[in-house]
């Protein structure tokens, strides 16, 4: 008989950091383009699946010496390979052992809008994403930060997330009740880009667990991603070293414009080619400085986290600026 505990044991074996199950009823009021039933109306289960970013992915970036770690091995390796992997296994397992149908679901990009008509009347229209982070939440992993990013009592913002929907009943994992987050907003002063909104407080309920973030503008964390601010990419400096962009006064969209414009520069930075080849969408110059780096440093240093390393917490010196 499938168990959740089977579920879980398959899923770790595979190499999985974190397995947490919800059930579907937990989702209720959520926005229909982010239902899970949108996808597969008998559900009755949703589980998570978390792989950690290994620390050292973003050791280059915190010296300003290396860049590429934290784009191949923290964004591709993990977003295409390693955890659609798990993913998809462990949906095989539950089909071949159980006879429920399991549904895997990829990681999407950042605001991911329908595009095009519902194909039926009532229903939603193509196509719906379930928010990895909510999902994760609902399935009592963790929490959300006042980062706006999902935080496990493991590894706190270091993982990346997938997701299985299930007609199997499966008992479910209680929410997460601890508190990881202390709310010291250190993650807002680090952003490079100003993304991290602090003045416009968001609130959200999920299945009862109430969470209060800041609002992030992505268009200036895509502009900090890709280091269009004079302060954080050495790449971008070289090929503009006049670029003085007032991050904290730019509204442009994530993709839209912030997406056209950082791709006009790229015909003039050797370095972002390169890595575009390797890892196309995958550019991430800023190496998360507020919403990871900082934040796990501080997580670290306050024993807020369970992963912990022999050298002790993760920054060892002043964080760079190029300003
Ligand atoms: S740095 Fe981390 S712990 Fe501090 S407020 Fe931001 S999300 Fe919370
Ligand atoms: S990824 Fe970079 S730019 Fe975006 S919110 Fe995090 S620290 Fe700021």
Not at 104 to 122: D, K, L, R, T
Not at 126 to 142: D, K, M, N, W
Not at 293 to 312: A, I, K, P, Y
Request: hydrophobic content about 35%; proline content about 9%.
């Amino acid at each position: 008989m499938l168990t959740s505990e089977k579920i879980k044991e398959f899923a770790y074996a595979q190499g999985a950091d974190l397995v947490g199950i919800g059930n579907i009823e937990r989702w209720e009021g959520a926005p229909e383009q982010m239902h899970p039933a949108n996808i597969f109306p008998e559900a009755k289960s949703v589980i998570v699946i978390g792989c950690r970013i290994p620390r050292g992915c973003y050791r280059g970036i915190e010296e300003g010496t290396h860049f590429p770690s934290y784009p191949v091995f923290g964004y591709k390796k993990l977003n295409l390979y390693i955890r659609p992997l798990i993913t998809y296994e462990t949906a095989l397992f539950i089909e071949e052992t159980s006879g429920y149908e399991a549904v895997p679901v990829p990681p999407h990009p950042p605001e991911s809008q329908p595009s095009g008509p519902p194909v039926a009347p009532g229903r939603a229209a193509p196509e719906v994403y379930p928010q990895f982070r909510i999902a994760a939440v609902a399935c009592g992993l963790g929490e959300i930060g006042y980062s706006k990013v999902f935080l496990s009592p493991q590894f706190g913002p270091r993982q990346r997330l997938g997701m299985i929907l299930t007609d199997a009943k499966l008992d479910p994992d209680p929410l997460f009740d601890g508190k990881i987050c202390d709310r010291c907003k250190l993650c807002v002063a680090s952003c490079p880009a100003g993304a991290l909104l602090a003045d416009q407080e968001i609130t959200i309920n999920v299945a009862g667990k109430e969470m209060t973030h800041a609002d992030i503008h992505t268009g200036r964390c895509h502009l900090g991603h890709w280091g269009a601010t004079a302060e954080n990419s050495p790449f971008v400096k070289e090929a503009f070293p006049g670029m003085n962009m007032r991050m904290r006064e730019q509204d442009m969209a994530w993709g839209a414009e912030a997406g056209r414009f950082v791709h006009a520069l790229m015909p003039y930075i050797p370095f972002y080619q390169m890595v575009w080849k390797q890892v196309p969408g995958f550019l991430a110059t800023c190496g998360a400085r507020g919403c990871i780096r900082t934040c796990m440093d501080h997580l670290e240093r306050e024993g807020r986290v369970q992963n912990s390393f022999n050298t002790g917490p993760f920054r060892r010196r002043k964080v760079w600026s190029l300003v």
